[in-house]
């Protein structure tokens, strides 16, 4: 077991309670989950104007590449069977709330803990897919749903991160120390990769 996690345990058997978290990190839960949530509200009522219009365009629909509509038509954007963002409503809520508590001093156990990892992994897997649809089968962007990819993609990042340093998930000792001082990087670079992605799907799109 990692120093961290022995902390924790000890922490917990004199009576600590659980695990909380900087201000830092309960505030980047706060804006990405807000930026998640706003994506997803705005999707949603576009969505709505579409089924009572088809003839709707979305404010984003720019050009045949950064069209909303083109998305929201799609079969992938109601994969669960109802659209896509009123899962996100729920869910960026629910990241929202929790970082609420942490700022007034919440404490989690470790289950929580896991269990926020689990939704960010559910999450950022989920945008994964969305992505590899949007670029390769829909053949269109959503400019709300990359704010939510990047909001999500941030988030699974620094809660895994979160999670290694304060021993939640076990990891030795030079994982800790990578994570304590370049957890900035992971995101950076996974976002970094899809905007790479996204220049030469289209490249001659946009340098034409």
């Known amino acids: ?9 000890s922490a917990e058997r004199n009576g600590g309670g659980g695990i909380g978290a900087s201000r830092a990190f309960a505030w980047m839960l706060v804006v990405t989950g807000a930026a998640g949530l706003l994506a997803a509200w705005v999707i949603t009522i576009d969505k709505f104007k579409l089924l009572e219009d088809p003839g709707f365009t979305p404010g984003c629909s720019l050009n045949p590449i950064v069209s909303c509509g083109n998305i929201m038509k799609s079969e992938q954007a109601a994969v669960f069977g109802f659209p896509n963002p009123m899962l996100g409503l729920v869910t960026y809520a629910m990241v929202i709330a929790i970082g609420v508590a942490l700022l007034a001093g919440a404490r989690y156990r470790r289950w929580y803990w896991l269990g926020l990892n689990a939704g960010t992994v559910f999450g950022v897997g989920f945008c994964t897919w969305l992505m590899y649809q949007s ?25 895994t991160s979160h999670n290694v340093r304060k021993g939640v998930i076990p990891a030795p000792a030079g994982l800790r120390t990578f994570f304590d001082e370049f957890t900035w990087v992971l995101p950076a670079l996974h976002i970094g990769i899809i905007g790479m992605l996204i220049l030469t799907r289209w490249w001659d799109f946009w340098t034409s």
């Open 1 to 9: 077991m990692t120093s961290a996690a022995v902390d924790h345990v």
């Open 135 to 159: 670029l390769y089968e829909i053949n269109a962007l959503c400019l709300w749903c990359c704010l939510a990819w990047v909001a999500t993609i941030v988030m699974f990042w620094y809660v």
